[in-house]
């Protein structure tokens, strides 16, 4: 039993892997085509919205999808689109056409928001609730450390963005392919929430306010999350900071992500509930950005990459929280929380809005209200609705 959950882990690990390593490179696609295809603030934020917009459209039908497909079926599935998606960057480099791009990123999202759907409930529901913030965590290493491998890699190889970057994206096409066989053969099993409740299954999805204020808080984390490292590049840039070193600030910022997971691996829940240090990181990232908006240069870089810090135990947290005791709604409502990852389309829009009408520095105020948010969830929201809660 034991070798079957490590095994399990190792496979939806390796996703995580894999959903690490096409999310992250957006931090080095950004800058890049912004100069090439001569684009704006708002428009080199489009790379975002079109990537995380697709969690937004595909999340539901995902979830009726993964009913008829099961959970590996699906999950295979979800490798094949991402496939299709790598496969327009081939041509979109040669004619350098930044829609084509746009379609290809969308096309990525699209897959990975069939995965998501089906992986994360996966490793909330494979052990006990009150871990689930731990098992994530692992996943959240795996997904990092392929995100600093991504940004290194791109980072070297994105000179021209002609035929410099046909060769990675036909290894990743083909990785992808090979990873949606090796799935397919894998034997994962079908997972089912451990138990429904009568009152849950009587009840409507609509009936759990503390879903939907979790759904709210995924929205402005993802976006807190992207903006802090996608807009990092081009920050320093406007900053007067040499773009060979702007370019490796996502990679220290991963750096700080993985640091948060180790430190949630070893001190959730025994030493700490993962809802009492989503409240300690959420009051931590409030103070860091007031440094990221009133410091100098340096303090201002360097607070924004420590928020990646504070950001590693968000989604490990308000996850279990926002689906606890939804029983048979728990495919469902882990769509509706895939489908706030959207939040990584439409927030980082407003920052560039604002960075374009005062200052790059000054948009960094939006964080402020958005960890208000997630404070708002750890403390109340969480609760609201429920007639107990054990963590």
């Known amino acids: 039993m034991a070798k079957s959950y490590r095994y399990n882990l190792f496979i939806i690990g390796l996703l995580f892997f894999i959903f690490g390593f096409i999310t992250w490179i957006n931090s080095i696609l950004i800058p890049f085509l912004k100069s090439i295809c001569e684009l704006n603030e708002v428009q080199a934020y489009l790379v975002t919205f079109a990537f995380y917009i697709a969690y937004f ?84 290493i795996s997904n990092k450390m392929a995100g600093m491998i991504g940004v290194f890699l791109l980072s070297k190889l994105l000179t021209d963005l002609s035929s410099s970057i046909i060769l990675p994206y036909i290894i990743v096409t083909a990785t992808l392919i090979g990873l949606a066989v090796m799935i397919l053969f894998s034997k994962l099993p079908e997972i089912e ?21 979790g759904v709210l808080a995924i929205f402005v984390y993802v976006g807190a999350e992207v903006i802090a490292i996608d807009t990092l590049v081009l920050y320093g840039k406007s900053l007067g900071i040499d ?18 997971y180790l430190i949630g691996i070893v001190t959730m829940p025994k030493l700490i509930s993962q809802r009492h240090a989503l409240i300690v990181q959420t009051l931590s990232a409030i103070a860091l950005s007031f440094f990221v908006i009133f410091g100098n240069v340096n303090i201002s870089i360097i607070a924004l990459i420590l928020l990646s810090f504070t950001h590693a135990i968000m989604w490990p947290a308000i996850w279990p929280l926002s689906i ?64 107990e809660n054990s963590f």
């Open 57 to 140: 459209v595909m999340a539901i039908p995902s979830s009726f999808i993964l009913k008829k497909t099961g959970f590996p079926k699906g999950m295979a599935l979800g490798l094949v689109v991402m496939a299709a998606g790598a496969l327009c960057f081939i041509p979109a480099a040669i004619k350098k056409d930044y829609l084509l791009f746009l379609i290809g990123l969308f096309v990525q999202g699209t897959g990975l928001a069939l995965l998501q759907t089906a992986a994360n409930p996966f490793v909330t529901i494979l052990g006990p609730i009150e871990s689930a913030a731990k098992r994530i965590s692992i996943m959240g």
């Open 324 to 387: 606890e005791g939804l029983g048979k709604h728990t495919k469902l409502a882990s769509a509706f929380l895939i489908m706030a990852v959207a939040g990584g389309a439409v927030l980082p829009l407003i920052y560039g809005q604002l960075a374009q009408t005062y200052t790059t520095q000054s948009a960094y105020s939006l964080l402020i209200p958005l960890y208000l948010i997630i404070l708002f969830f750890a403390c109340f929201g969480y609760r609201i609705g429920k007639k």
């Open 193 to 213: 929430p451990e138990t429904t409740s009568e009152t849950s299954s009587s009840k409507s999805i609509w009936a759990f306010p503390h879903l939907w204020l």
């Open 243 to 260: 773009y060979d070193i702007a370019s490796k600030f996502p990679i220290y910022s991963l750096i700080a992500l993985t640091t948060g």
